[in-house]
């Protein structure tokens, strides 16, 4: 009986020990580093920020604590309205440091607002997230 006692404790360490593994291995699917650039990936982040036909995903490239650029993911808006949002809107924060885009005023595109609105909530959470999640 305590034989198979203690096997049962060493079967559930292991599994326990094996699941620690899987987590501290899979890392950050929201933000990751490479070569000294952190970069936000909004996808999963904003996930109930809606634009005009749906979600506006995004990528947040921060170097010591400035945003250096911000891509538009794969979405399902207007092709003709998210490029004006892409050419005119996405630059607005390039330099700014993460606590100026944190809090910054920035205009929607004119015919684009609905895109436009997802795109700054997307970048005032994807700041947000690099601000808590930072190391």
């Known amino acids: ?13 292991a599994v326990l020990i094996g699941i620690v593994f899987i987590c501290a291995t899979t890392g950050d699917k929201v933000m990751t580093k490479e070569k000294g650039v952190y970069i936000v990936n909004t ?3 904003t996930q109930d920020v809606i634009g ?3 979600t506006t995903p995004l990528k947040i490239y921060i170097k010591d604590d400035k945003i250096q ?3 538009a993911l794969p979405n399902e ?5 998210f490029a004006r949002v892409q050419e ?5 924060w390039n330099g700014m440091t ?10 929607a595109v004119s015919g684009a607002t609905y ?3 997802a795109v700054i909530a997307n970048v005032k959470a994807g700041v947000k997230y690099y601000q808590k999640h930072k190391r």
Do not use: H, R
């Not at 005119?88 to 607005?92: D, I, P, R, V």
């Not at 993460?98 to 205009?107: F, G, I, N, R, S």
């Open 52 to 54: 005009y036909n749906g």
């Open 1 to 13: 009986m305590k034989k198979g006692i203690i096997i049962s404790i060493g079967c559930a360490i």
């Open 43 to 45: 996808t999963t982040l």
């Open 88 to 92: 005119n809107l996405l630059n607005k």
């Open 77 to 81: 808006e207007t092709p003709g309205f």
């Open 98 to 107: 993460v606590k100026q885009a944190a809090t910054a005023e920035v205009d």
């Open 115 to 117: 895109s436009s609105n």
């Open 69 to 71: 650029k911000i891509e």
